[in-house]
């Protein structure tokens, strides 16, 4: 098992264009959730899923970004009309159920730079 | 809502004792964590404790929570080097699902 990964690690794009970032989670954990980092701050969490369900999603999440699980494995992570705002870390991290305690494994993250 | 405060950094000198603090607003919280992040690293989960928990005692890590106060804090003894990072406080708030609420982040200097 190598952990939660990420994918692309880095990513430069221009104001306006679309981008996607894959998550890998642990393969037993059904928990997967996105969080997003900026300079200087705690990661925000932005959505959640259970399987394939997307069961809670942030007010950060705005109508340009849509995350999906479709298979209950790996997620993407899609923003539209990228803002220079969206520039940050943009984390993944899962967990499984458990009786009461979660331990979330995180990935590296994926830092998107608005240019 | 949630949140969650830390002071922004502390420097302290190799082999001394850091105490890293954080205050909460969620009475509800049952975990509490704390989370270490190196450059270019994803978050390193150190330590927990549950909400009934005064103290939790992990080899060179010790948790204290005062939930009165919704006070919590890290002591790292015969702080290293390797101890630079930032440490992330976080909590679950009431969710059973693990989602977690951050603070800004302590970042820990630690001078040879």
């Known amino acids: 098992d190598t952990g939660v990964s990420q994918n692309p690690r880095h990513k430069i794009t221009k104001r306006g264009q679309n981008v996607t970032f894959r998550c890998d989670p642990i393969?037993?954990?059904?928990?997967l959730y996105w969080y997003r980092q900026t300079l200087g701050q705690g990661p925000e969490f932005l959505t959640y899923?259970?399987?394939?369900?997307?069961?809670?999603k942030s007010r950060l999440l705005s109508d340009r970004f849509s995350a999906e699980r479709p298979k209950g494995s790996f997620s993407t992570l899609e923003i539209q009309r990228t803002e220079q705002g969206d520039s940050a870390m943009y984390l993944c991290?899962?967990?499984?159920?458990?009786?009461?305690?979660?331990?979330?494994?995180f990935g590296q993250g994926t830092r998107l730079t608005v240019v | 809502g949630e949140d969650v405060e830390q002071s922004l950094f502390l420097s302290v000198r190799e082999g001394d004792s850091s105490v890293i603090n954080c205050t909460y607003t969620?009475?509800?919280?049952?975990?509490l964590y704390w989370y270490k992040q190196e450059p270019g690293a994803g978050l390193q989960l150190l330590t927990y404790?549950?909400?009934?928990?005064d103290m939790k005692q992990d080899q060179r890590l010790t948790v204290l929570l005062n939930k009165k106060d919704k006070h919590l804090s890290l002591r790292i003894a015969d702080t290293q080097t390797g101890d630079s990072a930032i440490y992330f406080c976080?909590?679950?708030?009431?969710?059973?699902?693990?989602?977690?609420?951050f603070g800004q982040g302590t970042i820990l200097t630690v001078h040879p």
């Open positions: 991290a899962s967990s499984r159920v458990t009786g009461g305690y979660t331990e979330a494994f």
């Open positions: 393969s037993e954990h059904n928990r």
């Open positions: 899923f259970q399987n394939e369900a997307q069961l809670e």
């Open positions: 969620d009475s509800s919280s049952t975990y």
């Open positions: 404790i549950f909400s009934n928990m």
């Open positions: 976080a909590e679950t708030g009431g969710t059973s699902y693990g989602k977690l609420t």
